[in-house]
T-cell receptor, first 114, second 109 residues
Framework: DSGVTQTPKHLITATGQRVTLRCSPRSGDLSVYWYQQSLDQGLQFLIQ???????AKGNILERFSAQQFPDLHSELNLSSLELGDSALYFC?????????????FGPGTRLTVL | KNEVEQSPQNLTAQEGEFITINCSYS?????LHWLQQHPGGGIVSLFM???GKKKHGRLIATINIQEKHSSLHITASHPRDSAVYICAASKGGAQKLVFGQGTRLTINP
C-alpha cells in the first residue's frame, strides 16, 4: 500500500458525459501528478500540482482539467467524454515538487466510456 | 523515436533464471525509475536511481549515465515476479515521468 488513495476504482459512463476522479496523496506529500494509461499510448503524464499550484502540464486535453485543494487532495475533471478517453488514470504523489524525489502511485481509476 | 526505449517487449523464462531488462533514454534526466505493474493494474515503484547501482532483495538496478542506459536484473526469478516492468525517466524541474513501453515478464514454474 503506497498510501495514495484514488476514488472511484471503476467508472463506467457514456460519451459526452463529465466525470471527476479524486486522489488523496500520502500524508505529508505536497506534489500530485496525474497520468493516463491507454492501450495505444501507454503511460503519459497529464499534469502536476504542487501545494495547490499547477506546476507542469503534459499531454492534457483541453476537455480535461485538474485542481489541488488546500487539504492537498486533487481532482481530475474529464468532460465531453469520448470513447478514446477510456483508460486507467493514475495519480502519484511525492514530497516535493522538484528535485530528486520518488513518486508513489495510487491504485488507479479505470474509466470506461461507452 | 521514443525518448525512453525498453527491451525486450516480452520475456518468458523458467523459474530460477536470471532476468535482465534494458532501458535506453535519449534525453538528459535527473533520475531513472523502475516500476512494476501487476495484472490488477497497480503500479509499484521499485527503484529510483541517478548513478551506480541499487539492490533490493533479488532485484538489482544499474544505470550508466554516459551511455544513457539502465538495466533491471532479477536473480532466482519466481512466478510471482510475473508482471510488466516499466522504466521511466524523470526530467525537468517538475520531475514529470516519461515512460518506456514496458516489458511483460512471464516466469513459468
Amino acid at each position: 500500500d503506497s498510501g495514495v488513495t484514488q476514488t472511484p476504482k471503476h467508472l463506467i459512463t457514456a460519451t459526452g458525459q463529465r466525470v471527476t476522479l479524486r486522489c488523496s496523496p500520502r500524508s505529508g506529500d505536497l506534489s500530485v501528478y496525474w497520468y493516463q494509461q491507454s492501450l495505444d499510448q501507454g503511460l503519459q503524464f497529464l499534469i502536476q500540482y504542487y501545494n495547490g499550484e499547477e506546476r507542469a502540464k503534459g499531454n492534457i486535453l483541453e476537455r480535461f482539467s485538474a485542481q489541488q485543494f488546500p487539504d492537498l487532495h486533487s481532482e481530475l475533471n474529464l468532460s465531453s467524454l469520448e470513447l478514446g478517453d477510456s483508460a486507467l488514470y493514475f495519480c502519484a504523489s511525492s514530497p516535493r515538487g522538484s528535485g530528486y524525489n520518488e513518486q508513489f502511485f495510487g491504485p488507479g481509476t479505470r474509466l470506461t466510456v461507452l | 523515436k521514443n525518448e525512453v526505449e525498453q527491451s525486450p517487449q516480452n520475456l518468458t523464462a523458467q523459474e530460477g533464471e536470471f532476468i535482465t531488462i534494458n532501458c535506453s533514454y535519449s534525453v538528459g534526466i535527473s533520475a531513472l525509475h523502475w516500476l512494476q505493474q501487476h495484472p490488477g493494474g497497480g503500479i509499484v515503484s521499485l527503484f529510483m536511481l541517478s548513478s551506480g547501482k541499487k539492490k533490493h532483495g533479488r532485484l538489482i538496478a544499474t544505470i550508466n549515465i554516459q551511455e544513457k542506459h539502465s538495466s533491471l536484473h532479477i536473480t532466482a526469478s519466481h512466478p510471482r515476479d510475473s508482471a510488466v516492468y516499466i522504466c521511466a525517466a524523470s526530467k525537468g524541474g517538475a520531475q514529470k515521468l516519461v515512460f518506456g513501453q514496458g516489458t511483460r515478464l512471464t516466469i513459468n514454474p
